[in-house]
């Protein structure tokens, strides 16, 4: 009897040791430093204390005191989350008065030009560069929407017989359409689809080319589709750039960073592209509306019945 007690005793203690490490275990991490205190600031109109809704290109202060209770504080770390990143972005500042070791005020600037929530935490550093704490405080901002994103859209090569090939692509609508189509809605279409081909005499084979170009350019490229009576979008492009999948996904975030990005570099004043469009290429184009935008080449690719098409994803300003 008295062996069987101490073996349920020896289980009782051991269920304990258990729930208590499960317990610690689940503990929030926050409040393991309870010696920081992280106070953000509303006394400005363009502070943010929790959350704040902006449009595109508002600018946003985070005004804020960090108190240290027992230890000394060496750097002040900014840092951001947003969009798809896995991995926050973070920015350091030492902090090299002695007198505000223990106390630290300060002002962070910031220009939204990213559609979305943008979350941002501010915490010190230790002089051995280890975090102190911040109570698990941040702050959101949003960006209203500024752009409109169309993916993987088809656009293929025109046909002759049938001439049902979705060809043509309207930026306002983000839809294709085909010659047979595409007169009664001509007013809405910005570019379309041609290829042409040349023969390799050395390899003895069809080599195709691929392009865009604004129903507007003389002569018309596609002269087999006679759209003399159509309306006509004086949509203008810039020669398209290849490995453009980074600046597509990442930079091309909001409708001033369309802009900029479309403005940067060479001028947006061809009526169609002529260096033979492949995957990857970026395109930065202006409608006829006054609106920048880009359109990406995801791929160049054939159906199931063996149809040729780009694939393409469009940006464009609201």
Known sequence: M???NILLLYISVIAMLIATSCKKES???????????VTFHGDDPLSVTDYKLVNDGDVVYIDYTITSAKEDMYYIVVEKSEGSRTEPQRTSTSITDETKRREYSGRVTLTMLRDGKTSYR???MNKKNYYMGDGGKSVTIEVRPSYIHYPNRRLYTPDTATRVAPCYFSIQRGEVFSYT???ENSADIDF??????TINTTTNTVEYRYNIYALNVTPNPLGVYDISTWQKKATLFKSPASGGLTIFNTTLVSAKSIETAAKAGS???LKQTTTNLASGNLI???TAEGKYGAIYINSLTKDLEEKPYLDISVKVQK
């Open 2 to 4: 008295k062996r069987k």
């Open 27 to 37: 503990e929030n991490i926050f409040n393991m430093f309870t010696d920081v205190s």
């Open 122 to 124: 501010i915490y010190p």
């Open 181 to 183: 189509s595409g007169k």
């Open 192 to 197: 379309g689809l041609y290829r042409t081909w």
């Open 267 to 269: 001028a947006i004043n």
């Open 284 to 286: 930065y184009f202006l």
